[in-house]
């Protein structure tokens, strides 16, 4: 199983949308990961302030970059969330340290 992550930063004065948003993720777009055969163990999203960071665990790591850079699903919802979270080129972030 390996871990991957991504960092968004949230745009002023709406980190309650962010939250609101995450309370109805369409079913569509979980649908789109989980039957994508990355084998999804985990996704948490951690937030403060203006940055949220996300968490997979997952099988196949390709399979999850390739649902979000080909789904229409998740073209959707980069849509949706385009008021609410800044559009950076690279949010990925690299692992720097694993204790367990």
């Known amino acids: 199983m390996e871990r991957i992550a991504f960092h968004l930063r949230i745009k002023e004065g709406q980190r ?3 939250r609101e948003e995450h309370e109805a993720v369409p079913e569509a777009l979980e ?3 989980v039957d994508s055969g990355a084998g999804l163990k ?3 999203v951690f937030e403060k ?4 960071s996300v968490i997979w665990k997952s099988k196949t790591p390709e399979a999850i970059r390739t649902v979000m850079e080909e789904s229409d699903e998740q073209a959707d919802w980069a849509e949706m969330m385009g008021s609410i ?3 950076e ?3 990925w972030m690299d692992e720097g340290y694993r204790m367990v």
């Open 42 to 44: 985990t996704y948490s």
């Open 89 to 91: 080129d690279d949010t």
């Open 85 to 87: 979270v800044i559009d």
């Open 49 to 52: 302030m203006d940055t949220s």
């Open 31 to 33: 649908s789109a990961y």
């Open 16 to 18: 309650q949308a962010y």
